[in-house]
Nanobody, 126 residues
Framework: QVQLVESGGGLVQAGDSLRLSCAAS????????MGWFRQAPGKEREFVAA????????EYAGSVKGRFTISRDNAKNTVYLQMNSLKPEDTAVYYC???????????????????WGQGTQVTVSS
């Protein structure tokens, strides 16, 4: 079992930056990939970014590549999502999730993720 708690969301203006945090506990994370997803009102949850905890492999959605950066702090068991140049279309609830590395090589497949946080709201005003 892995417990995930997100924080860092808020209300910002277009062009601003935010850093989301996801504190993980419960199991050693070396066997997991950690992902960030988001869900805007009326839309399906979508992949944003992911990182293999032990491999460091990165994957990003095209819509955020070059603006968002995912990273991890092993000592703190925490995954971060640095979001720069935010746009109104980035407004959503952002979720942290964990999947076993052995469950498949794709990081963007939401169905492969076993554990989810409660989400944190990010609102970007124009």
């Amino acid at each position: 079992q892995v417990q995930l708690v997100e924080s860092g969301g808020g209300l910002v203006q277009a062009g601003d930056s935010l850093r989301l945090s996801c504190a993980a506990s419960g199991r050693t994370l070396s066997r997991y990939a950690m992902g960030w997803f988001r869900q805007a009102p009326g839309k399906e949850r979508e992949f944003v970014a992911a990182i293999g905890w032990s491999t460091g492999r990165l994957e990003y959605a095209g819509s955020v590549k070059g603006r968002f950066t995912i990273s991890r702090d092993n000592a703190k068991n925490t995954v971060y999502l640095q979001m720069n140049s935010l746009k109104p279309e980035d407004t959503a609830v952002y979720y942290c999730a964990a999947k076993f590395l052995s469950s498949g090589s794709g990081y963007s497949d939401i169905a492969l993720y076993d554990y989810w946080g409660q989400g944190t709201q990010v609102t970007v005003s124009s």
